[in-house]
């Protein structure tokens, strides 16, 4: 092989057995190969290009990658779900955190509790809202990096391998990777549960890749019980794998079946927890009820991307289309000869596998909540975001001109990053309106929901003047959920100020409400205003209202 071939294979990463084809073919640039048959130096040049290239593509978007990360975990406030996870992980022992879990405070298992609770007693820096999200950000860039290694793996060049990096790091998985919760390292532990079973032979080497493979499976069952679903997602690909290639490993099925111990262990927890959760999900309004809209528009936040991802898929089809009417396309690229020499004989390659596999992870978690949990969210299915990502790769390698296309694209996912370091923080805006109510007033906060994210982000001034009043006896509330989990994270803080109405309108005259209409369920709001007892709303900005308590305002005090 020619030193010129021997370059296109390092940078464009073509099978070896392809290398007849590449010969007949191209460059990375999409001119003919006897053009870099010159000479050595002509192939030494042209590599290092490459390898610039790649180098500065993977410098760019991981700078605006924790750019944008690193400036949005230390502006944003915690919300509700986040709140939950540092109140159990914040408890004095680890024996605290199982207690707070037992409770109801989060519905998942201990162990991702009890890495924040180790890494905060190392650290020392609770109040850190960088150092809580820090998990996150890293395990994001782990899939990436996850990502980027498969595709490699898989004959695909290096530079569209470093966009489909770019793609995960800057898409469906960001908003996850600045949150206190699971689903970053969930979706980390799936990219890396697929690179392993991806490099699974009949060796040694394979024996000691799926105990990997049963290690990271069994880690992340114990940070989330839907990763059940991941468990799937490799058993649908070995399936795959058994029928296309007629063979059964052996090791790859145990390693599969060694998982149930560890879910039969967690069944009891995941049971009690339930409990707590069976009246949420019958009211009629409940926020993560199982409906097909919200099937699609999960779909469509985590897949698609949302907006960003439709920016990149329009920008790409247009490159396409302007490459195509130069003739830059075909049908058929040398990289690609090795997965068409697999179909000819029925064979599916492992990333073809891999992406069938994915393919099927929403569907299994919408049909795992309607039929066993009864609530769903975009956030179950979050590692489902590998699959555009993955997918992109190997489309671009399919492009004669993939180089130019990834150099084309790499700036607009780097500006997408960039562009997602300042996002409105709905927190922080209830915050300063809280701000904006008088000051020797206490200040009731009509959302379950913002109370708990307001008494995370006040300081103990501005803890003592708030307030959470329960529903009275017989108010039915269209979703109890957050309600219930301010009555049960009151018990872990006695700084949490909850009561009946009565009772805190029999030592309360002048107050006012907090409010936010057409948010997460609120019914103290309407009740209060249903007896006559608040007067005009104040509007705080942010869609936010003050109400003063009618005493109040006929005393003359106003926000």
Not at 151 to 156: F, I, R, T, W, Y
Request: proline fraction near 6%; include cysteine.
């Amino acid at each position: 092989m020619g030193p010129a071939v021997r370059f296109w294979h390092d940078a464009n990463g073509a099978p070896p057995g392809a290398a007849s084809a590449l010969a007949r073919d191209s460059t990375a640039d999409g001119a003919p190969l006897t053009a870099c048959t010159a000479g050595r130096s002509f192939g030494n040049a042209l590599g290092d290009s490459n390898r610039t290239a790649i180098l500065v593509s993977l410098a760019v978007i991981s700078a605006a990658y924790f750019y944008a990360a690193i400036s949005r975990s230390i502006a944003d406030h915690f919300w509700m779900d986040e709140v939950l996870a540092v109140s159990a992980a914040s408890q004095s022992s680890l024996a605290g955190v199982w207690r707070a879990i037992w409770a109801g405070t989060d519905f998942s298992p201990p162990a991702y509790h009890a890495f924040l609770h180790g890494l905060m007693k190392v650290f020392g820096a609770g109040d850190d809202r960088l150092l809580w999200r820090a998990p996150s950000i890293l395990a994001v860039y782990g899939a990436a990096i996850c990502t980027y290694a498969l595709l490699v793996k898989s004959q695909v060049s290096r530079l569209s391998a470093v966009l489909a990096g770019g793609i995960v790091l800057a898409f469906g998985l960001f908003d996850f990777a600045i949150q206190v919760r699971q689903y970053a390292p969930l979706a980390f532990g799936l990219a890396a549960a697929l690179l392993l079973w991806a490099g699974i032979d009949d060796g040694r080497t394979g024996k000691m890749r799926a105990a990997g493979l049963w290690l990271t499976l069994a880690v992340c069952l114990c940070l989330h019980f839907y990763a059940a679903i991941e468990v799937a997602v490799i058993g649908v690909a070995e399936a795959i794998y058994a029928v296309s290639r007629k063979r059964v490993r052996l090791a790859v099925w145990l390693a599969l079946l060694a998982t149930l111990p560890v879910e039969a262990a967690l069944y009891p927890l995941a049971a009690h927890l339930a409990a707590f959760n069976n009246g949420d999900n019958l009211a009629p309004d409940y926020y993560a009820r199982p409906t097909i809209g919200g099937f699609i528009a999960a779909l469509y936040e985590i897949v698609d991307g949302g907006r960003p991802g439709m920016l990149l898929l329009v920008l790409a089809a247009f490159l396409i289309a302007v490459l195509n009417l130069h003739g830059c396309v075909r049908a058929r690229s040398a990289a690609a000869a090795t997965a068409f020499e697999l179909r000819r004989t029925g064979n599916l390659s492992e990333l073809e596998i891999v992406m069938i596999a994915l393919c099927a992870l929403p569907f299994m978690t919408f049909a795992f909540s309607l039929l066993v949990t009864k609530s769903f969210s975009s956030r179950y299915m979050a590692a489902a975001a590998l699959l555009p990502a993955l997918a992109a790769g190997y489309m671009l390698n399919w492009l004669r001109w993939r180089r130019g296309m990834a150099l084309a694209l790499v700036p607009l996912v780097a500006g997408i990053l960039a562009v997602r370091a300042q996002a409105p923080d709905f927190v922080g805006e209830a915050l300063t309106a809280v701000r904006k109510a008088p000051p020797s007033d206490p200040i009731v906060v009509g959302e379950g929901q913002l109370y708990i994210e307001l008494m995370q982000a006040a300081g103990p001034d501005l803890q003592g003047r708030l307030f959470y009043l329960t529903r009275p006896a017989g108010v039915a509330s269209p979703d109890p959920t957050n309600e219930n989990e301010v009555v049960r994270l009151a018990t872990f803080h006695p700084e949490y100020q909850v009561s009946a109405p009565a009772a805190f309108l029999k030592t309360h005259a002048r107050f006012c409400v907090l409010a936010r209409p057409n948010l997460s369920a609120d019914t103290t709001t309407p009740l209060l205003i249903d007896q006559g007892l608040l007067g005009k709303p104040v509007d705080a900005g942010d869609g936010i209202l003050l109400f003063p308590s009618a005493e109040a305002q006929q005393g003359g005090g106003k926000p």
